[in-house]
């Protein structure tokens, strides 16, 4: 993978980046994502913000060897802390981390979010942990997507300022994902279930105590959230 050949993944989230908007991709390990929404013409100018030394590094020798200085500023930091007002952004991606790291990464800088119109959220996995930030800090679902790549399985979230209400198995699986049912969602929640019913057969086999039994019920009413869904 590199700027010009880009995976699916990293396109698919750059196919819900409006034109001409002020961008700021966090956690931007090569800077892979800004540098091909400007090579695409999506994109005049963007921020990448990356808070490893390594990764900031090739970021910033990515950016100055495709010639992108100029277009993107390449910035060290924690999280949204790399964002000033001036800036203006307009969006933001994060992607490729784990759902609570991405949801942790919002609240803790979500006074950074007064100009941002978009979060384009990429979680690896657990995008619940997202779904429960954007409902509480009135962020709404406006798209989702799922996607099979190297025989691992992407959500991506798109969220936009507004008030939601999300049902349980909506936090779970996704309002627009549980309409759409693609093959992909479809084989996602199949290998749960698969996963979820292995542990339920071990925690059969576990001696009784309150904890086991706790662990069941959490694991039955997943079970019946996702099989509904399906
Ligand atoms: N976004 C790229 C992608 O999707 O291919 C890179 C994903 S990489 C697995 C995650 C990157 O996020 C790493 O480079 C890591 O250093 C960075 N990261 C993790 N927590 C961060 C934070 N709080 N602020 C900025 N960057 C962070």
Known sequence: MNAKNLSERLKTVASFVKKDTILADIGSDHAYLPCYLVHTGIITQGIAGEVVKGPFESAQKQVRSE???????????????????????????IAGMGGPLIASILEAGKEKLSTV?????QP?????????????????IVNETILEEHDKIYEIVVLQKGEMKLTEQDLLVGPFLKQGKSAVFLKKWTNELREWQRIMD?????????????????????IALVKESL
Do not use: P
């Open 67 to 93: 010639g992108l200085a100029q277009q993107i500023d390449v910035r060290f930091g924690n999280g949204l802390e790399v964002i000033q007002t001036a800036d203006n952004v307009q969006t933001i991606t």
């Open 202 to 222: 071990q925690l059969n086999k576990s001696a009784v105590s309150g904890e086991v039994q706790q662990k069941k019920e959490e694991l039955e009413r997943k």
């Open 117 to 121: 119109e978009t979060l384009i959220l």
């Open 124 to 140: 690896n996995v657990h995008a619940k942990a997202i779904r429960e930030w954007a409902q509480k800090e009135n962020w709404k």
